[in-house]
């Protein structure tokens, strides 16, 4: 029996939290988890935020970047999309086939009449251009399979956040993401608000698969407030946990570890050494007048 659980809220660093907890703690066989996040940038565990947002923009338009505990690229969430994570319990994670897990939100969405294909990655794509990305998390004998659902999403406000370009050059091995086109499902369903998009999505699935709706206990709700104050609105984990990286430009070398300077260029005050790296990194570079 499949558990649904809708969140009410729009906090993405208490939805994150919520999340970790449901993954260790959550006494469901299986648990699809739903909700929405007010304006924010989601990077995957091994990324670099530095390197892939555009962090000055960021800044600017004050949306907060975040650190899953998941892999993948990453993602911007806003209240046009809707992300979905399920949460499969007591099977060996190595065995896990993640199209047989994912069927039933799949079958949902193809339920609406929309000609949804899947990729190699595990992406949701119509006429060729993403409507989801996608990313796990295993442990053992419990798999987390999560993504994003474009539905009405600010396409221009995504494309500010993370298309870069600039002159910088990065040496890490941190993971990259893989652009791809995106497209909102209001394009193929402009009848639909994102409230009665939901509620028929929903009704597919349960009409896929053997479910019903779930509310989770005070106590994990408590747990997930704690984590989200203690671990994803700090900076420690979503800029020091970045792995070591070096960025260069015009013949210049900076190095970077948990976020902080290691190494700088005899010609940056050499106070700044052992300082957090701020998130407008290019415009911190014009301040220190380099030539």
């Known amino acids: 029996m499949m558990k649904i659980f809708v969140s009410e809220g729009r906090d993405p660093a208490f939805h994150l939290a919520l999340e970790e907890i449901f ?18 940038v989601i990077v995957g565990k091994h990324q670099n935020p530095w390197m892939e947002v555009n962090l000055g923009v960021a800044e600017a338009e004050e949306v ?73 998390y295993m442990r053992r004998d419990t798999t987390l399979f999560h993504g994003t659902l474009l539905f009405d999403s600010d396409l221009k406000r ?15 091995h941190a993971a990259s993401s ?9 394009k193929y369903l402009p009848e639909l608000s994102m409230d009665d998009f939901i509620e028929k999505w929903l009704q597919g699935i349960m009409g896929a698969a053997k479910s019903e709706r779930w509310q989770p206990g005070r106590a994990l709700i408590e747990k997930a407030e704690r984590l989200a104050e203690e671990k994803y609105r700090t900076w420690e984990w979503n800029r020091g946990m970045t792995p070591i990286f070096t960025v260069k430009w015009e013949g210049h070398e900076i190095k970077v570890k948990n976020g902080n300077f290691i190494e700088l260029p005899d010609c940056f005050d050499q106070s ?20």
């Open 23 to 40: 993954f260790f703690e959550a006494e469901c066989e299986i648990l699809l988890f739903l909700y929405r996040n007010t304006p924010s």
């Open 64 to 136: 907060p970047v975040f650190r899953r505990i998941s892999g993948g690229g990453c993602v911007v969430h806003d209240e046009g999309n809707v992300n979905y994570s399920l949460i499969l319990k007591d099977v060996p994670s190595k065995t896990v086939d993640f199209s047989v897990l994912y069927r039933p939100v799949l079958q949902g969405l193809r339920e609406m009449g929309l000609d949804i294909q899947t990729s190699e990655r595990n992406d949701f794509r119509i006429e060729g251009k993403k409507i989801s990305g996608s990313a796990q």
């Open 158 to 172: 995504i494309h500010r956040l993370l298309d870069r370009k600039d002159d910088l050059e990065f040496e890490t």
């Open 178 to 186: 893989v652009p791809s086109p995106i497209v909102n499902l209001s």
């Open 272 to 291: 700044w050494v052992g300082n957090k790296m701020p998130e407008d990194f290019l415009r911190w570079v014009k301040e220190q007048k380099t030539h």
